[in-house]
């Protein structure tokens, strides 16, 4: 069994510097961390593996210095890794991103099961883990909370629908995107990460990706584009009432009417 498991580097806080001319965020020197849907979708697996057996291989796409993500997953149990990394890739929306990523996927080894987070914590889209599964053809499944086992060629899966819980067997190869309630990710180990320690990162460029058109790489291959990014400005002056509940709630229907939003 081979398992991809697709990650990426996201801001550590809430602070962060953007780029008003090209409408993205500015990635390097960021404080950064592994996106945490990912790392659920890591782990998830890192535990097939060891049901299974196999291998676990990583891919990301960002600057240089996302290959820090790339050894933080040797030390959760991923075997390969594989960053993406290259001018060409900048500024990729959400389609444009998908497409990178499965033409590196299709470089790889055969995937049996490739697995996302459902979405990142600096985009929020949950589109790229089922483009990628559109662009390669396969099956997919989101919001998967629970693998329950690959038997006969086929994966068994719960899927949180938000008004319930659906059941789904999917044949191999195919996509699972996985939210936060599928496992609780484990603490990287010291000892993985000694012995992985001179382990190398892939870095591939544009050039690694021969079969792939280089129109669809990061702004040139993005159909939609951001307008305008901008920090949020903060609330202004805050007010403490004191009152019964009717001096209170009539009190508000006055400053609402006052605001002009009644």
Known sequence: MHYVVCIKQVPEGTEVAIDEEKGVLKREGVESKLNIYD?????????????????????????????????????????????????????????????????????????????????????????????????????HVSYVSRINRISNGAVEVEADMGDGIELLKVGLPCLLTVTKAVNQPRLPSFRLKKARQQREVNIWTSQDLPEANPACFGLSGSPTQVERIFAPTKAGEKQLWQGTPQELSQRLVEKLKELKYL
């Open 39 to 139: 790392a659920h979708a890591l782990e998830a697996a890192v535990e097939l593996k060891e049901r299974y057996g196999g291998t676990v291989t990583v891919l990301s796409m960002g600057p240089p210095q996302a290959e820090s993500i790339i050894r933080e997953a040797y030390a959760l149990g991923a075997d390969q890794g594989y960053l993406l990394s290259d001018r060409a890739f900048a500024g990729a929306d959400t389609l444009a991103t998908s497409y990178t990523l499965s033409e590196a996927i299709r470089r790889l080894p055969q995937a049996d099961l490739i697995l996302c987070g459902m979405q990142t914590t600096d985009g929020d889209t949950a589109q790229v883990g089922p483009g990628i599964a559109e662009l390669l053809e396969l099956p």
